[in-house]
């Protein structure tokens, strides 16, 4: 099971969460009895049994309770050379900018593909090929709707996605693209004349990062120094919100080493207002996030639980919000792995527990399954989806199983 500790003396709660990982079961447990250290670390234990230990590694890991200030202000989604970059100095951009890369792009030398990316159109009865594939998934990202990682395909995560944006917008939910929702997903003039392809220059620090052979076990995790990337175009892919293929196919003499300069997709800015509800549909599998006046503002593709584990019912709250965690798993010997964090870690980068014992949402190591696995009832996101998320929830936040 995970038991849950905050390093911040603010704390006060910590929440629950179960799921099914990688064929074993693991769980997190809380305790509203948190004592908080000279150190300013707090520590939560449980007088039920654990199997799984969830931790932040240090407190400059540590998630303010006020990350989501009802003051933030809305920031759009335009970017002009620099992406994922919030302006202003709320709780919630300094959460985000913390949490979330800032990429500094051109547009100079870009190939004929992303250029012919980048000015592609749709109209009604003509098929979507992979230019506007490309091109509509970064509108729907850019609108706050994700459609996981960007590949070009017009697939399921996308067809979700763009449900969304109808719903979000009043306009009529269908299968199919239609006239009505791309031109309410293209009205926007300073949105459509910002890339989707952008060039990027490859600095040290993209491709010299530890990276590692992630095995199969616990036991063998846990003798690692940390659950890193497993190739350096697995970090890429990750920075950029694409999938790891298509940036291989951008890029297809690309040597990815310092200095380079390669083809990404530009995420744009992520969504900034706070938010006080969210609600995991189980049908749809997807997170949808309203702000306080009831507004539909983003939606996620997730994972929800499965026919053996289903997930629960009803409406619970955020109780504890956690970067960069790691966890101790207890094995029926009593013998106890602690696997260190990382974006492999079994649940990403975020881990966000909620008041119902066992549940809560966190991130993944596998972003191109989400929508396509099964959990064990927790609420599963990429990792950047993860992030944002964590940036701009509200401790308290309502969690609503649909």
Partial sequence: MYQLTKISSALAALGLSTFLLMGQSF??????????????????????????TVTSNAASNTV?????????????????????????????????NKFLPTIKYTTENLPAVAQKINAATWKEGTKIDRNVGTKLQALLNWNQNGVGPVDGYWGKNTIKAMQAFQKANGLTVTNDLNNETWQALTKNEKLMTQPVLVSYQLSEADVNIKTTSIPAGAEAKAKLDGMYYESVTEGLAEKFHISEKYLKTLNPTAKFIAGETITVYNPGNPNTKPVSRVVADKATETLYAYDAKDNLIASYPTTVGS????????????????????????????????????PNNPVGLVWIGLSKPSYGIHGSPDPARISRQASAGCIRLTNWDALALLGVIQNGATVEFK
């Fill in 27 to 52: 769980a997190a447990t809380n305790d509203n009895n948190t004592n908080a250290t000279n150190d300013n670390s707090a520590n939560a234990t449980s007088n039920a049994a654990t199997n799984e």
């Fill in 307 to 342: 026919t053996a584990t289903p997930s629960p019912t009803g409406t619970h709250t955020v109780e504890v919000k956690v970067h960069e965690p790691n966890y101790t798993y207890t094995g029926n010997d009593g013998s106890k792995a602690i696997i260190p964090p990382g």
């Fill in 64 to 96: 303010s309770k006020e990350a989501a200030a009802n003051n933030a202000k809305d920031i759009s989604p335009v970017t002009n050379g620099v992406s994922q970059k919030v302006a202003g100095n709320s709780r919630a951009a300094v959460s985000l």
